[in-house]
């Protein structure tokens, strides 16, 4: 008798990998690096069986989601976010190395730090952390979406916008914007990292190995390309 409660409890014990199916996680709304690393991390979790979800908020929102637990962590964020979001576990691989891009259609200079952006007009997006900290103090517009600063862009409203490589191929794409270029070299350029809320602490060990296999397979390489590509092909939105 003793020997079949034995046997029995063996069978009923559940690790932390078996009792996760499905996890969500927050992401910021129309940041377009997001389908990329969400396509990153669908392949890290699949390594363990486990199925990914992610909804949109905006940026801030997204934060307070992840960490009061409502949602099982923070699809990607820059380093350290942990240090404010206390409920947030900080997986240590570096994902992938995101630039922060100034572009415009009429002015053209060589980038040495925020502070050659200081004669010039500045699109920047709210909830954007970099993009807001980096221009503090500057004459600038801030609006909600990517697609609001590449309209101001085109408008003339701004001299040059704070974006990246993924929302530049979207927008001169759907609104058909022409001769948007960028400034070089990147005004910054940040490590992604994914957080998991730390009521999953169990699962840090084998989702850090998962995300690290991945990466070694090259997978925010190859989906780097395809992201581009499909945002490339985007439909031209007519009426702007």
Known sequence: MKRSILILGFFLIVTPLQ???????SAVRNFKAGLMM????????????????????PGERALK???????DGELFRIPNVHKKYTNLIMIPVVIYKFEGRAYSKTVD?????WNSLQPYKVGVQRGILYALRGTEGMNR??????????????KGR????????FSDAEWTRKLNVNGVHSLTPPLIVLNLHHYLHKKHEALV????????ASVDAGIPQIMESKTLEQLRQS???VSR
């Open 141 to 154: 517009q801030v609006v909600n979406t990517s697609q609001q600063l590449y309209k101001i862009l085109e």
């Open 235 to 237: 439909k031209v939105i």
């Open 65 to 71: 989601k992840s960490n009061s637990g409502e949602v």
């Open 19 to 25: 009792a996760q199916s499905t996890l969500k996680f």
């Open 38 to 57: 969400t396509e990153i991390l669908k392949d890290a979790y699949g390594r363990l069986n486990i199925q990914i979800e992610v909804e949109e908020f």
């Open 109 to 113: 200079f060589p980038i040495a730090g």
């Open 158 to 165: 701004v001299d040059l916008i704070i974006s990246d490589k």
């Open 205 to 212: 060990p084998e989702v850090t190995k998962a995300i690290q």
